[in-house]
């Protein structure tokens, strides 16, 4: 088992930027490859950002590509999503999400945690 939780979600100003932290604990959480994902309002959960578990292979959204940023630390087990340029589309719902590879936490990650609520105002 992987237990996730995020933190740093907020409400924030157009142009502005704001990091998500997604801290894992449980069996060897830096083996798993870590992404963030996102649910607006009256839209289905989408794939944000991921990163393999040795942080080598990242991949992104077409949205979110230059404006944001995931890295990890795996001695502090957490997962970091720098968002950098918000716009108000950016609001919704932010997720972490865990997996034995990108691919897999893309399609159907094994574990997720509670989710933080991000807001841009504009």
């Known amino acids: 088992q992987v237990q996730l939780v995020e933190s740093g979600g907020g409400l924030v100003q157009a142009g502005n930027s704001l990091r998500l932290s997604c801290a894992a604990s449980?069996?060897?959480?830096?083996?798993?490859?870590m992404g963030w994902f996102r649910q607006a309002p009256g839209k289905e959960r989408e794939f944000v950002a991921g990163?393999?578990?040795?942080?080598?292979?990242?991949n992104y959204a077409d949205s979110v590509k230059g404006r944001f940023t995931v890295y990890r630390d795996n001695a502090k087990n957490t997962v970091y999503l720098q968002m950098n340029s918000l716009k108000p589309e950016d609001t919704a719902v932010y997720y972490c999400?865990?997996?034995?590879?990108?691919?897999?936490?893309?399609?159907?990650?094994?574990?997720w945690g509670q989710g933080t609520q991000v807001t841009v105002s504009s």
């Open positions: 990163i393999s578990s040795s942080g080598g292979f990242i």
């Open positions: 999400a865990a997996g034995a590879s990108i691919f897999e936490v893309k399609s159907g990650p094994g574990y």
């Open positions: 449980g069996r060897t959480s830096s083996n798993y490859a």
